[in-house]
């Protein structure tokens, strides 16, 4: 099996090529650096610029599967111009991605899409699963939608598509995670707000677990993905600050400070939303990490 991977090179891509390589599966990634283009045996490298509509089709050659990463991180000050970029970057890649399967002899069955739980609105007492009919109206909520449509186009190619929501991802690597230890580490960590709403969460080698299932089985249509057992904001800061051997002295903080710190963005420390994986377990995937304490034994041995 060969699949193609948009966004190869970042946290989540370099996991997910890492543990389709020992499944002896060839890869062929798409990059915006042409100095990262690098030509294995198993693993090529291929250039692309989505915003100036640009792709060298011959990454398609052999391929039966693509997993689709690529989009401008979330975590990064919200400007009107970086709201744009985040949206632009989803929306651009996937109709490259079309045009190229569109106008180009291939062999591709699916595309296994990453999304976000962003698309569900924040509630105090729905579990959501796929079929929940409610969507976020924020920024995040219409920038996931979008992504969504632009990837469900892949359908008229007679492609499955495959969606997987995710929540914060935790690794030891990057990502969330160590931007949530350092104001612990530095003596400043409190939880958020009331600290009581409900963060879903998912170790990193699950969700590369996840994409490797998903392209295996050809999973059609949308998964949350997310760990069995979601955590309040206070218990997630309580067990960061017990792997760090740190106590939480300070009060929690309020939302209107983080938003004065962060502007926009702030919205994502105060999500309050709990995703069912059960979708995808009745689907035969098998979480390694179902609780945080099972995470953190991992990532913090």
Request: glycine share 6%; charged share 20%; aromatic share 10%.
């Given at each position: 099996?060969?699949v193609l991977?948009?966004?190869?090179t970042?946290?989540?891509?370099?996991?997910?090529?890492?543990?389709?390589?020992?499944?002896?599966?060839s890869?062929?990634y798409?990059t915006?650096?042409?100095?990262?283009?690098?030509?294995?045996?198993?693993y090529?490298g291929?250039?692309w610029?989505p915003?100036?509509?640009?792709i060298?089709?011959?990454?398609?050659?052999?391929?039966?599967?693509?997993?689709?990463?690529?989009?401008?991180?979330?975590?990064?000050?919200?400007?009107?111009?970086?709201?744009?970029?985040?949206?632009?970057s989803?929306?651009l890649?996937?109709?490259?991605?079309?045009?190229?399967?569109?106008?180009?002899?291939?062999?591709?069955?699916?595309i296994?899409?990453a999304?976000?739980?962003g698309?569900?609105?924040?509630?105090?007492t729905?579990?959501y699963?796929?079929?929940?009919?409610?969507?976020?109206?924020?920024?995040?909520?219409?920038?996931?939608?979008?992504w969504?449509d632009?990837?469900?186009a892949?359908k008229?190619l007679?492609?499955?598509v495959?969606?997987l929501?995710?929540?914060?991802?935790?690794?030891?690597k990057?990502?969330?995670?160590?931007?949530?230890?350092k104001?612990?580490?530095?003596?400043?960590?409190?939880?958020?707000g009331?600290?009581?709403?409900?963060?879903?969460?998912?170790?990193?080698?699950?969700l590369?677990?996840?994409?490797?299932?998903?392209?295996?089985?050809k999973?059609d249509?949308?998964?949350?993905?997310?760990a069995?057992?979601?955590?309040?904001n206070?218990e997630?800061?309580?067990?960061?600050?017990?792997v760090?051997?740190?106590?939480?002295?300070?009060?929690?903080?309020?939302?209107?400070?983080?938003k004065?710190?962060?502007?926009?963005m702030?919205?994502?420390?105060f999500?309050?939303?709990?995703?069912s994986p059960?979708?995808?377990i009745?689907?035969?995937?098998?979480?390694?990490?179902?609780?945080l304490?099972?995470a953190?034994e991992?990532?913090?041995?």
């Amino acid at each position: 099996m060969k699949v193609l991977i948009t966004g190869a090179t970042g946290l989540i891509g370099d996991e997910i090529v890492s543990l389709l390589l020992q499944n002896g599966i060839s890869i062929h990634y798409l990059t915006t650096s042409k100095k990262k283009i690098e030509n294995q045996p198993n693993y090529r490298g291929f250039f692309w610029n989505p915003e100036q509509g640009i792709i060298d089709e011959n990454c398609l050659m052999g391929v039966d599967a693509i997993i689709h990463l690529a989009g401008a991180t979330i975590a990064k000050r919200w400007t009107t111009a970086y709201k744009e970029e985040i949206l632009e970057s989803r929306i651009l890649s996937s109709n490259v991605l079309f045009k190229a399967l569109k106008n180009n002899p291939h062999q591709v069955q699916q595309i296994v899409s990453a999304s976000a739980s962003g698309i569900y609105p924040n509630s105090d007492t729905i579990v959501y699963t796929e079929d929940s009919p409610e969507f976020d109206d924020g920024f995040l909520g219409t920038v996931v939608v979008k992504w969504e449509d632009s990837v469900d186009a892949f359908k008229r190619l007679n492609v499955k598509v495959c969606i997987l929501r995710t929540g914060l991802v935790f690794s030891n690597k990057g990502g969330a995670l160590p931007e949530m230890m350092k104001p612990i580490q530095w003596g400043v960590g409190a939880p958020f707000g009331s600290g009581k709403q409900m963060q879903s969460w998912i170790h990193i080698h699950d969700l590369a677990a996840l994409y490797l299932f998903a392209v295996e089985n050809k999973l059609d249509g949308v998964y949350n993905a997310v760990a069995p057992n979601p955590v309040t904001n206070e218990e997630l800061t309580k067990a960061i600050a017990t792997v760090l051997r740190k106590p939480l002295l300070l009060p929690n903080i309020p939302q209107f400070v983080m938003k004065f710190i962060l502007g926009d963005m702030h919205e994502l420390l105060f999500e309050n939303k709990k995703l069912s994986p059960q979708k995808v377990i009745d689907a035969g995937f098998l979480f390694k990490y179902k609780t945080l304490f099972k995470a953190f034994e991992n990532l913090f041995p």
